[in-house]
């Protein structure tokens, strides 16, 4: 399909579609500056300030892009904000240049995630040498739990590959 | 920001960049035909035919968007598939209308997701009136176990929520 | 084998393996007292004062009967700590006669559990209704954290069983 | 407590506590024989024949001091099972000699553990390394699934230890 044909089908969405496109637009031009992939910046996932500094916190809006069929922030979505969240904190606690590999992520829900913005904490629970024993919690616009998770992630050192 | 003027900033994508917006457009006009919530579309996560009626088959292409900084899957991506497959396969297990909640799920991470798909097979473990113990098991292209993950589901009755 | 020869074996045994017997000649003798089963009093758990009341703790000695052969208390005793605290913290929380049965259990090992006692401490991190969703640290003499969980119950109501 | 107290009291007992103190005391004798820890003997979890060289499988009897209030098989037993199964297979898939220690182990229950024995299949599902990812299903006497887990293993090498 050429991109005429894209932009004319673009040109007659709803001004709401209009916004998810536009979005989109917005994520592809944040790539460029800040270097994130992509996924993080299409849910505009951002670092805050956190008073506590074992506690690393960053937050996303709500968009009708990341609902499910009941309105509510899709689970997966949740997951990947715990899994975010829990990458982002390592890679701030470590040395420049660290990688970090997901082992395993356990996620509870609790409160269905709605309204304006979700926020979450993550920490370093314990370090047994290349393994990272990481929690997160995820809370809505009045504080409430929305979800909580914990993983254990990996250190890549070296150029070892896992 | 008017519409034109993101109109413009869409032109002035280069290729690579323009396909992305050209896979929310899709994923925006999908939605108005299947009633499927925007990320699915997005993710262009497809049913599958399946040889064993009791595993629920789905897959999803990996394009540049779901890829990390290590250009793997992202594992947020991975466990949304994990629960959308699960959920899936709830809904096309029971009768319609049917809903389902995620309670918590577990997610394990084995082989990197790379290559050009990712398959989920979904079944029901164990169910105990409204409660429904779900596994899945992602792969890659050449049968790899790329994760695997089990997951606590939550029926809705009557006009109850979680 | 009759009674007899079991008492001569018994009188045969060292002093330490004397002291698991009278461990359990002791359990099984409590058991009459307060009605709970064997397991929680053969390992002994106690419950201690909180100073939350939201926070239920009790705790356990370390014997050697609970050590694994690189002599920390075994991973299964651990999550079997975990489990009982959490179900107690439970019965504590809700109406006497409730009942409670565990879904699932997640449980991450950080330090090796070794010295004198293990102190457990269970909180309810939500409700939806029937559906307890519950945490629990383990930590050891010198308050190092030894493990965390998670955990779903399910509260049983009338005469339901799972 | 002199040892001549102590055996006054265990003639004492029924011969259903008796028989508890008895398994305390093969257990112990056991101890000798196999090397293995106590628990493990106390449980009288026993190897069994596996027709797949992938699976591990073995096997405990269900008595009554693994029974939880409910009478059922008390969910940390159950858990120690697993765990005790899937170290099991670790430890006779790799070389004489090699350490693991559970990391993380995720618990699933499904139908109540109840009848005359629990039996485990254990199986490696990934191997990153020293990282092991490992899986296992406990049935009951007609085949039924009680409970599923996975679990992460760290091998340790050399001297090291977490």
Redesign the interface.
Known sequence: ?D?QE??E???A?SDR??R???N??RA??QMKENR????GN?LNVEKEESADPDVFVCSMPIV???????RIV????T??????AM?WMLEHRFEPGS?F????????????GKGKRLKAEARL??Q??E?L?V?CEIRGDQGE?VS?S?A?F?QLVRK???
Do not use: C, W
């Open positions: 399909m991109r894209v932009m089908r673009i040109a969405l579609s209009f998810a496109v536009e989109t637009v592809l031009e994130y992939p992509f996924l299409f009708p892009e990341v609902l499910n069929p009941y899709y689970g997966g979505v997951a990947t904000l715990h899994d975010m990458g990688k590999v997901t082992i395993d992520m356990q996620v509870n829900y609790h409160n269905p629970v314990h047994a040498r393994l024993q929690a739990l909580t914990s254990t990996l070892e590959s896992v």
